[in-house]
């Protein structure tokens, strides 16, 4: 049978070309050229889209750009050759150099009258200088450390100094700022806000005026200080594996720390890269003692040696004698000065702090600062632990005279580091018997004590709030406490509102198992703590800690300012002595009522520790120590399966270093000026730059790329200067920095509150009414609504105002179209207590968790008391609404007026709050009880900020406040949540003075009559300077700031990282907007260096 034939005629279509297919298969890609730059970026996990919007924008777009000239060019070549132009590795200069560091260590051979000949024949020999010192048999064999890279302070300093755009605005003479209260006839108070305007600069200012060089001064220029702030640690370079790098970091004191804090400013520099001990220095250590493994005591004191000799070689000769006679310099600004390096802050974790004063790690004398017994610690705040505080550490001839005996002793009769004879000397101050590097500045009136100042992250967030809280929850595991406290515990913590972009986040659902936490989780966990742990303990054991809570979230709102004032120190001081009565009340009274007992995260730190330990110890023993190591080790094993007894200990030296807080802060600044933190965040610049080497001597790479990256920057600088257009990198996206760029018509970020100007979303009143015809929260809407916004039109100054009007008033009012709009959220922008700016988000109550809005009270109006019971009003924002109303009797013609929907909180009357109750205010939802309105409505302009309302847990919830409706009985206010709150319930915030909190209605949000063809635009381009506006109260006072002349207040403040106006994208009323991204880039990356900041399990 023949099969059928088709007849294809008919089907028959053109054969498809090449770039046919390959236009479908690219779809809906132009063409392969835009496909093959998005496949090469897909490759690659790691590049963001900023990166690729970036790339297309300023290269591909660029007109100068030739894609041939770049395919021409080997990249990989380029970066060499850019690395190595004017800057060769073996000599010094503004580049890396590498050195070797020699290390001397004990022979452990003590002289006897048969080896002293040999010894002393020994010594008379010609030896090898080994950076300045002869090696031999008196100070221990050398052993060779390699790679220890590293740049001379002065080129770095004078590159800074003379290249760097940063530096055009560089503080070279310092000053003290003063601030007097408008209209207060009190004296004038200090601010502490920047290194420059410390006590320590003032003071040294005048002593380098004073010096006497006129044998080498040929011509008198001006003298200035360069502040070099410091900051070491080790840290990890991968998640996996031993990869280690341990930089030193160095920055300007001279350049402000919020531009610093800024990461597109580069105002960290490496500096070095301390080379670890290796496997090496234990195979010479058993060479020299016929097949003994060293000791753990021997090895601490090389690394201390090793430690101390980077230091001796970093601070060269140079630096030395700049630091006595200074050295002439052009600086960025044009002027020349004769500059003087001077050291102020190393800033550096507890461990680091003893490798730097040359103490032992939490030995009896365990503070580097002063002399305290560590047994005494506990009596912080006395008038006895300030006494031993009043006697600090010196850097003297007898200190480093009882080190040099010991080095005799170990180095030249053979003791080992841990004698008897050695501790007879050291241990009553805790020394260690290691030469300190710093001393070579001893006779210069240096002192490195003094630059080992408090560190807040360590001490304060993984230190103190971590010990607390793990202590509290140890309690609550404790047999004498029902074990459902621990899951209602957890469901609080769940249960907490966000705050803010970053400040309060989602806890967890098992906070109590305390896994994984940063600085800024511990910090989190105590600002919110006490309505959390409200009532889990019995009465008496509950008042102890909710006041031991109260105080700490106290103590810690003051410490961390960024701005202190006479007035917060003062008012610090007297915290922190409360702070260490609550501390020993919850120690005797609570802890001694409870048998604690590790927690379950806690015992398995614990046993991985131990693990490590226990492998340790059995490589010693295979290597041919005793077999008590071997039992040693399988101790550890058995005693990692079970928990051990824990008790609260207060006499931990984190705690110790709290009461020197104060005096830190008058001497030198703020506690941010020496947190870890900003070295915290610099370890991720150093962990990039290990990713993108392939691992083979890693640091060298790392240092090829610091070069690499540096001249770069100053290369674009140089062509920005010549008008090219090259992007800087801000937090969120690439711009550039363009002085001829046109701007907006309007600030936002000098108007107070924002919602977005589009009409998109709205309702017919009328529709609306009819659908809530029996809902409460729609009884008297009209009328309100209309009181309300006639209010608005006739400069109503408060929201509490009492207004009346007229029927022909009321029903005057036009709503065009009938329209209710709707938004999804609004941004309030204020100035902060340290007159920065910032910006609060709110949405609807439905949406979000961030429906609550703080609003000056009448009270506060008439008091302008900080002490009065009700200091501001607290509202839920339910709706973000405008309106467009005409009246011709008040000749107003279409006019937006935006407004929020809310519903009102009272303050409970029968609560006592405050500091000398300790306990936050307490306020719940207005009843609906037919005597008061619990609905209402509220201006924009009468917002103050957001704030944070959480539920008290221990009271439950209700539904007799509002039909169908089921709330939380009661709210604490959290004034804790961020210092700027805080320092508004204090009235101390030198950025709230004249504005009550509130903002003036007049004009800030920008209401104006608008056509019908223009109805939809928020801001019109007749308004384009922001100071026809009237000025917050903030802004009135950064404005009589500058008047008084206390100082330059840096207009840049006001601006993002990159110089531009803060101006937001408009927000989509469908969308979240850009709640995600804050322009102000300065606080994000604030807060991003509190997410880096180590871990409690950090190295």
Request: charge should be negative.
């Amino acid at each position: 049978m023949v099969a059928p034939t088709q007849d294809t005629s008919q089907n028959t279509s053109p054969p498809v070309t090449q770039a046919e297919a390959i236009r479908k298969i690219i779809h809906p890609f132009p063409n392969i050229s835009i496909f093959r730059f998005a496949h090469v970026t897909s490759l690659f996990s790691g590049l963001s889209k900023n990166f690729t919007t970036a790339l297309q924008k300023f290269v591909f777009k660029a007109p100068d750009f030739n894609a041939l000239d770049a395919a021409a060019v080997d990249l990989g070549v380029m970066k060499n050759r850019v690395t190595e132009m004017n800057k060769p590795w073996n000599r010094d200069s503004e580049g890396w150099v590498s050195h070797p560091i020699f290390i001397r260590v004990p022979n452990s051979v003590k002289r006897t009258k048969a080896n002293r000949q040999q010894i002393t024949s020994n010594e008379d020999q010609d030896l090898p200088e080994v950076e300045g010192s002869r090696v031999s048999d008196r100070e221990g064999a050398p052993f060779r450390v390699n790679e220890f890279y590293r740049r001379g302070l002065m080129p770095v300093i004078e590159s800074i100094v003379t290249k760097d755009p940063s530096a055009k605005f560089f503080y070279w003479e310092p000053f003290r700022q003063m601030f007097q209260r408008p209209g207060s006839t009190d004296p004038p108070i200090q601010v502490y806000g920047e290194l420059y305007m410390s006590k320590e600069w003032n003071d040294e200012h005048e002593k380098i005026q004073k010096l006497d060089l006129s044998d080498i001064e040929e011509e008198a220029y001006p003298r200035a200080i360069v502040a070099l702030q410091f900051w070491s640690d080790s840290t990890h370079l991968a998640d996996f594996g031993q990869a280690k790098a341990w930089p030193i970091y160095l920055a300007f004191g001279n350049q402000s720390k919020y531009e610093r804090y800024q990461r597109s400013r580069h105002g960290m520099h490496h500096v070095g890269y301390l080379p670890s001990l290796t496997s090496q220095v234990k195979e010479f250590l058993r060479s020299l003692s016929e097949g003994k493994m060293p000791s753990t005591t021997l090895l601490a004191h090389l690394r201390r040696e090793l430690f101390q000799g980077g230091w001796d070689i970093i601070l060269d000769e140079d630096f030395l004698h700049a630091y006595c006679y200074g050295k002439v310099m052009l600086c960025a600004d044009g002027i020349k000065r004769r500059l003087f390096p001077r050291i102020f802050i190393y800033s550096a974790d507890y461990p680091e702090k003893c490798l730097i004063g040359t103490i032992r790690d939490m030995g009896d004398h365990c503070c580097p600062r002063c002399h305290v017994k560590k047994s005494e610690i506990w009596r912080l705040g006395t008038k006895a632990d300030m006494k031993v505080r009043g006697s600090p550490r010196t850097d003297d001839d007898v200190r480093r005279g009882k080190i040099e005996t010991c080095r005799s002793f170990i180095y030249e009769k053979g003791y080992a580091v841990n004698s008897q004879a050695v501790e007879n000397i050291l241990k009553d101050q805790s020394l260690t018997p290691t030469r300190n590097a710093f001393s070579k500045l001893s006779e210069h009136g240096f002192d490195f004590h003094k630059i080992l100042v408090p560190d807040f992250m360590h001490e304060v967030e993984l230190g103190l709030h971590k010990n607390v809280i793990t202590h509290l929850i140890r309690i609550l595991n404790s047999k004498t406490v029902p074990g459902a406290n621990v899951v209602e515990l957890n469901k609080r913590y769940s249960d907490v509102p966000v705050f803010g972009e970053s400040t309060i986040r989602h806890f967890p659902p098992n906070t109590s198992e305390l896994k994984k936490l940063a600085a800024h989780d511990f910090e989190d966990i105590i600002l919110c703590s006490i309505a959390c742990f409200e009532d889990l303990l019995p009465s008496d054991d509950n008042k102890v800690v909710l006041d031991l809570l109260y105080t700490m979230c106290q103590f810690h709102s003051f410490a961390k300012l960024q701005m202190h004032t006479a007035e917060t120190v003062s008012r610090l001081r007297s915290v922190i002595t409360k702070l260490g009565n609550d501390l020993r009340a919850f120690s005797s009274s609570v802890c001694a009522n409870y048998d604690t007992y590790e927690t379950e995260s806690e015992m398995q730190a614990r046993g991985r520790a131990n693990l490590r330990r226990a492998a340790l110890k059995a490589k010693s023993s295979n290597i041919g120590s005793t077999s008590s190591s071997s039992t040693s080790a399988q101790d550890l094993l058995q005693t990692s399966n079970s928990r051990i007894r824990k008790a609260f200990n207060l006499n931990t030296y984190k705690l110790h270093s709290i009461p020197d807080y104060p005096d830190m802060i008058i001497r030198v600044g703020p506690l941010d000026l020496g947190s870890t933190r900003e070295g915290e965040m610099e370890h991720r610049t150093t962990k990039t730059r290990y990713r993108q080497s392939n691992k083979n001597n890693a640091t060298g790479q790392m240092v090829k790329a610091d070069v690499y990256e540096r001249e770069m920057r100053y290369r674009a600088h140089a062509l920005r200067e010549l008008g090219l257009e090259l992007p800087v990198k801000g937090k969120n996206k690439m711009i550039v920095p363009s002085p001829s760029a046109p701007t907006r018509s309007v600030d936002k970020s000098l108007l107070h509150a924002e919602i977005a100007k589009d009409q998109k979303n709205w309702t017919h009143i009328g529709t609306l009414l009819l659908e809530h015809e029996d809902d409460a929260q729609y009884e008297n809407f009209m009328l309100m609504l209309r009181t309300h916004i006639l209010g608005q039109l006739s400069g109503a100054n408060r929201a509490d105002e009492d207004l009346t009007f007229t029927d022909e008033d009321t029903e005057g009012l036009v709503f065009e179209g009938d329209r209710l709009f709707y938004h999804a959220q609004a941004k309030f922008n204020y100035t902060t207590y340290d007159l920065r700016m910032d910006k609060d988000v709110v949405k609807p109550a439905d949406k979000s968790t961030k429906c609550f809005v703080l609003v000056a009270s009448r009270e506060e109006i008439l008091s302008s008391a900080p002490d009065s019971d009700t200091p501001f009003w607290y509202a839920q924002v339910i709706g973000i609404h405008h309106v467009v109303v005409s009246h011709e009797a008040r000749r107003i013609h279409k006019r937006r007026v935006n407004f929020l929907r809310v519903r009102w909180l009272g303050v409970d009357p029968e609560w006592t709050a405050g500091d000398r109750a300790k306990r936050l205010d307490r306020v719940g939802f207005v009843p609906y009880d037919g005597d008061t309105e619990p609905f209402g409505f509220v201006s924009l302009a009468h917002v103050i900020r957001a704030c944070h309302l959480i539920p008290a847990f221990a009271f439950g919830k209700t539904d007799k406040l509002l039909p169908d409706s089921v709330d939380w009985i009661n709210y604490y206010v959290n004034k804790f949540v961020d210092r700027d709150m805080y320092m508004r319930y204090t009235g101390l915030g030198i950025g709230h003075v004249g504005s009550n909190g509130a903002f003036s209605p007049n004009g800030e949000e920008g209401d104006f009559e608008m056509d019908d063809e223009d109805l939809d635009e928020a801001f019109p381009d007749s308004i384009t300077d922001p100071t026809d506006r009237n000025e917050s109260g903030g802004m009135r006072a950064r404005r009589n700031l500058q008047e008084m002349d206390l100082g330059d207040a840096d207009d840049e403040n006001w601006n993002n990282e990159d110089g531009e106006a803060i101006f937001d994208d408009e927000l989509d009323e469908g969308s979240e907007g850009d709640d995600s991204e804050s322009n102000l880039d300065d606080l994000d990356d604030e807060r991003d260096m509190e997410d880096e900041a180590c871990s409690s399990n950090s190295e």
